[in-house]
Every structure is written in C-alpha cells, then in structure tokens.
Nanobody, 114 residues
Framework: VQLQASGGGLVQPGGSLRLSCAAS????????MGWFRQAPGKQRELVAT???????NYADFVKGRFTVSRDNAENTVYLQMNSLKPEDTAVYYC?????????WGKGTQVTVSS
C-alpha cells in the first residue's frame, strides 16, 4: 500500500486547510485510514481516524475544528481543518492499517502563522 498526501501549506490563525491522501496498491487490505501529526521536538500523535464503515475517532485537541472523511470508491481520506491555531503547526502524516499492517505516507507540512 502506498499513501500520497497533499494539501499542506502556510495559513494564518483562524484559517482553513484541507489535506488529502490517496491510497494505491493492495488497497483491499485497508480498514482504517487517518492522520497523525508531529511537531518539532514532540512525538507523533493521533489526529483523527475513520474506518471503512465511516466510524470516526478524533483527538480531543481537534474536536469541533477538524473533520475526517473518506471516499472509499476513490481510496482517499481527507482532513478538513478549520479554525487553525499556531499549535497545529506540524508535519501531518497519512496513515492506513489493515491485516495487522500499518502504512505511512510521507508527511505534508502545515504551518499556522501570521
């Protein structure tokens, strides 16, 4: 399974960004897809996940601001990020898991700054 993320960039506080991640390869293996992030000097942390059935899970620090969604036909997961804060600045990583295996995409940088 290969994961290709896009959509990062620089945005002002209070702004919005939408990340996308397309899966290819042995996609039949995939059950859960989602996003993690890693800020400088910090550990990678869960942001949000979504199952193939549409069940979602969010980190407390993004509830009400971020929305994870998924297009199973296109094998793509999205992360809509609203009301962005400077502390959301991080490298965001696409994630997928299935059949006991974990897959990671290359990160995409999100910078929230005025």
């Amino acid at each position: 399974v290969q994961l290709q993320a896009s959509g990062g960039g620089l945005v002002q506080p209070g702004g919005s960004l939408r990340l996308s991640c397309a899966a290819s390869g042995s996609i039949f293996r995939i059950n859960v897809m989602g996003w993690f992030r890693q800020a400088p000097g910090k550990q990678r942390e869960l942001v949000a996940t979504i199952t193939s059935g549409g069940s979602t899970n969010y980190a407390d620090f993004v509830k009400g601001r971020f929305t994870v969604s998924r297009d199973n036909a296109e094998n793509t997961v999205y992360l809509q990020m609203n009301s962005l804060k400077p502390e959301d600045t991080a490298v965001y990583y696409c994630y997928a898991t299935g059949d006991g295996l974990n897959y990671w995409g290359k990160g995409t940088q999100v910078t929230v700054s005025s």
